[in-house]
């Protein structure tokens, strides 16, 4: 069992929905992601946390919008997106930001959109 | 079984062979190379890591090899089995940078 819990596991949405992705952690790590990952495609880097702040957005369009209430959890709020959209998002934490990988992932939210 | 560099991205061998997975990187200021198993329907999964300061690391049935001269790091499993199905990403990170980039990936395929 992984030890980042990513919820849902699907998730079917039109295009002017508004949806949220939540990943959890308690392994005491201080450093979470979010990737986007297509299918037979490596994970593209979207956003990173260090330490509950925002330390990196890999140009990822607004509709698209993170958040980090505590040091344990990751919400990616939807809004407006596009059928290109349609992904596996995954969830990752280190220990911290820097030099403390590996990073452990989660098993992700199947999205679509319709 | 083994396939070369990137350009074959599906390997497919016999229950209780070694495979070998390649994977070439580019950058040559990368310090700390990863491999990771992700399974249908699963996220990556750690199997094994190396720094540039090694050039074999040894797991349970898992060995990483890292050639820094030609920029080369390779997975082997020895006696692969049939859960070991999965596609392996190399993922590399650069000195200076802590976020570590994917390569594109193998398919391994073991049949029974």
């Known amino acids: 069992d992984t030890e980042v819990t990513q919820t849902p596991k699907h998730l079917v949405m039109g295009m002017t929905n508004k949806k949220s992705l939540k990943c959890e952690q308690h392994?005491?790590?201080?450093?979470m992601y979010w990737y986007k990952q297509k299918a037979k495609k490596p994970p593209e880097l979207m956003f990173v946390?260090?330490?509950?702040?925002?330390?990196i957005n890999e140009s990822v369009p607004s509709r698209f919008s993170p958040e980090c209430p505590n040091s344990s959890l990751l919400n990616l709020h939807l809004h407006a997106l596009q059928p290109e959209d349609s992904a596996l998002y995954l969830c990752?934490?280190?220990?911290?930001?820097?030099?403390?990988?590996?990073?452990?992932f989660g098993d992700g939210t199947r999205l679509s959109i319709l | 079984g083994e396939n070369v560099g990137l350009h074959l991205p599906t390997l497919s061998v016999q229950e209780g062979d070694n495979s070998i997975i390649n994977c070439a990187y580019s950058?040559?200021?990368?310090?700390?190379f990863i491999w990771y198993k992700q399974e249908s329907g699963k996220g990556p999964q750690f199997i094994i890591d190396?720094?540039?300061?090694?050039d074999k690391r040894q797991g349970q049935r898992v060995t990483v090899l890292l050639n820094k001269t030609v920029k080369h790091l390779s997975l082997q499993i020895a006696a692969t089995q049939p859960g070991d199905s999965a596609v392996y990403f190399c993922?590399?990170?650069?000195?200076?940078?802590?976020?570590?980039?994917f390569g594109r990936g193998t398919s391994l395929i073991v049949h029974p």
């Open positions: 990752a934490s280190s220990q911290d930001e820097v030099g403390a990988l590996p990073q452990h």
């Open positions: 392994m005491g790590h201080r450093a």
């Open positions: 946390y260090s330490y509950e702040k925002l330390s």
């Open positions: 950058n040559s200021a990368s310090d700390y």
């Open positions: 190396i720094r540039s300061n090694m």
């Open positions: 993922a590399e990170k650069a000195g200076g940078s802590y976020i570590p980039t």
